[in-house]
T-cell receptor
Framework: NAGVTQTPKFRVLKTGQSMTLLCAQD?????MYWYRQDPGMGLRLIHY???????AKGEVPDGYNVSRLKKQNFLLGLESAAPSQTSVYFC???????????????FGPGTRLTVL | GQQLNQSPQSMFIQEGEDVSMNCTSS?????WLWYKQDPGEGPVLLIA?????ELTSNGRLTAQFGITRKDSFLNISASIPSDVGIYFC?????????FGKGTRLSVIA
């Protein structure tokens, strides 16, 4: 049981390049989330999904797109990277209400992205 | 939207000291969560609180769900070097959790 995994762990991009971050969870969780963490800003929600095939915008969605084609995977895409997107990105997942762990959200180890 | 205010923003303490931090919300929550983030890692859940007035312990950590349902407190007793990290409070938003900006704890041996 690996929990929540993220690939890659580190990446350096040039301005304008594109990339996709992959998040995978093996806990059969319905909800999945992408956050970014910047110094002094805490965790800010980018996009989230409440089930396979669904996505919704979070607090800071601009410049990002997401897809949830399979229940266990949640992809975060940057179509044209900008220096302002330099950050640490965390994926998280959570089970449905009714389970004993409702609202207990599990995080991946993070992806450190630098855009030059 | 809902906002969580954590204080203090950072703390420097001596090993062995007790630590207190708190979190306040602009609206009522029915769940309070406390997470810890070790340097270079993702946040990990420490304690979950589900009822107003609830006091829950996890080893040297104790958290309380405020009776107004708009605040929560986390105490760490007899701090040790591995307590270093960022502590986040969180509560349920409309669907995703809302996180505070964190309290950064440094422990001086």
């Amino acid at each position: 049981n690996a929990g929540v995994t993220q690939t890659p762990k580190f990446r350096v991009l040039k301005t304008g390049q594109s990339m996709t971050l992959l998040c995978a969870q093996d806990m059969n969780h319905e909800y999945m989330y992408w956050y970014r963490q910047d110094p002094g800003m805490g965790l800010r929600l980018i996009h989230y999904s409440v089930g396979e095939g669904t996505t919704a915008k979070g607090e800071v969605p601009d410049g990002y797109n997401v897809s949830r084609l399979k229940k266990q995977n949640f992809l975060l895409g940057l179509e044209s990277a900008a220096p302002s997107q330099t950050s640490v990105y965390f994926c998280a997942s959570r089970g449905l209400a009714g389970y004993s762990s409702y609202n207990e959200q599990f995080f991946g180890p993070g992806t450190r992205l630098t855009v030059l | 939207g809902q906002q969580l205010n954590q204080s203090p923003q950072s703390m420097f303490i001596q090993e062995g000291e007790d630590v207190s931090m708190n979190c306040t919300s602009s609206s009522i929550f029915n769940t309070w969560l406390w997470y810890k983030q070790d340097p270079g890692e993702g946040p990990v859940l420490l304690i979950a609180l589900y009822k107003a007035g609830e006091l829950t312990s996890n080893g040297r950590l104790t958290a309380q769900f405020g009776i107004t349902r708009k605040d929560s407190f986390l105490n760490i007793s007899a701090s040790i070097p591995s307590d270093v990290g960022i502590y986040f409070c969180a509560g349920p938003g409309n669907t995703p959790l809302v996180f505070g900006k964190g309290t950064r704890l440094s422990v001086i041996a």
